[in-house]
């Protein structure tokens, strides 16, 4: 991101927004414990469409203009 000219203040707000995220699941009324998410984007966040296009347009970059693959 910063390589394609983001600010890093922007990458700063979006890494803390996702460090630190957890999770419980409710499975026949049973709350599981808390655990870490450490990969993803949030379900129904406004910027996980963004952060998404933008992993797929990196990955088409250097498949196509890239020496080699991804």
Not at 5 to 26: E, F, N
Not at 52 to 57: E, G, H, Q, R, S
Not at 61 to 69: E, N, V
């Amino acid at each position: 991101m910063e390589l394609d000219g983001l600010p890093a203040k922007s990458i700063a707000l979006i890494k803390a927004y996702y460090r630190s995220t957890t999770a419980r699941v409710l499975v026949d009324k049973i709350l599981s414990q808390s655990f870490e998410i450490r990969s993803g984007v949030r379900q129904g966040c406004i910027l996980s469409h963004i952060l998404f296009n933008y992993a797929i347009d990196w990955i088409l970059r250097k498949a196509l203009h890239g020496s080699g693959g991804v």
